[in-house]
């Protein structure tokens, strides 16, 4: 029998690498489900491999045992924002539940709407009348200031500010410590590369990078 035994609520974090540890430990911190193991979908003979003191799953097969063993949540935890959307709705399609995640030092303000499947790591603020949709990731002391709307699947990554009302749009993913100022519009699909300034619209799926960022491809 997994720790915990029948009556606490078991959880399969899909994904085993670096964000899966940092996710795996947010859910241990807060206390409220037993994590049974990482899925891995992407890398073959992992199964039964010991990964942050739990065992690896190999492919998406060993999700219908696990679901027989009376897993009913998860939670995605990795990067690739349009394939964590992807198995997102996967997930439940197979009838799970996505958990939230948020950090017990993050700042969240009261009124903040944070969709099912999101990460709110370690030391990140988010001020009041912000908007967070489903599977997003809010990085390591990110800060999102007031009134900002994040659709769902975007990465917010470590380190990022953004300012009052700015939208970042599905899957969109800012880099590590970039900033955006107020009101601008991230476009779905949008990569804003490391520690790029960004200080007006960037239209979807554009690859964006530099102080101020410019526009330097359509990402396909
Ligand atoms: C917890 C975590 O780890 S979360 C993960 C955090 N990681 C990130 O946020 C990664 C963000 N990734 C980047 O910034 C990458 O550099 C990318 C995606 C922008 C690279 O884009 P590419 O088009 O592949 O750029 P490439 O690497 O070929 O470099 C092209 C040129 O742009 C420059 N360049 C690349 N990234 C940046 C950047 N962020 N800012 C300014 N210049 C850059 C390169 O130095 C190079 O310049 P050169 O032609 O003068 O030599």
């Not at 049974?36 to 003979?45: K, N």
């Not at 039964?48 to 063993?69: H, I, K, T, Y």
């Not at 993050?106 to 499947?117: L, Q, S, T």
Request: aromatic share 6%.
């Amino acid at each position: 029998m997994w720790p915990g035994g029948n009556n606490v609520k078991k959880l399969v974090v899909w994904g085993a690498s670096g964000h899966a540890m940092v996710v795996a430990d947010i859910v241990r911190l807060r206390g409220e489900y037993d994590i049974v193991g990482f899925l891995d979908d992407v890398t073959e003979g992992r199964n039964g491999e010991e990964f942050f003191g739990l065992p690896v799953f190999s492919g998406r097969d060993s999700l219908a045992m696990l679901c027989g063993q009376g897993v009913r949540h998860a939670i995605v935890a990795f990067g690739n924002c349009p394939a964590r959307l992807k198995v997102a709705e996967y997930l439940r399609a197979q009838g799970l539940e996505l958990v939230t995640a948020v950090h017990p030092s993050a700042v969240v303000a009261r009124d903040v709407v944070i969709g099912e499947g999101t990460v709110v790591a370690a030391g990140a603020v988010i001020n009041p009348g912000v908007h967070v949709g489903a599977n997003v990731i809010i990085n390591t002391s990110a800060s999102v200031d007031h009134e900002c709307t994040i659709e769902d699947g975007a990465h917010i990554c470590p380190g990022v500010r953004l300012a009052g009302r700015v939208a970042v749009g599905e899957g969109a993913w800012i880099g590590i410590g970039s900033s955006i100022i107020d009101r601008v519009r991230i476009g779905a699909g949008s990569f804003i590369g490391a520690g790029s300034v960004v200080v007006g619209d960037i239209p979807d799926n554009a690859l964006a990078y530099g102080v101020p960022a410019k526009i330097r491809k359509r990402i396909e």
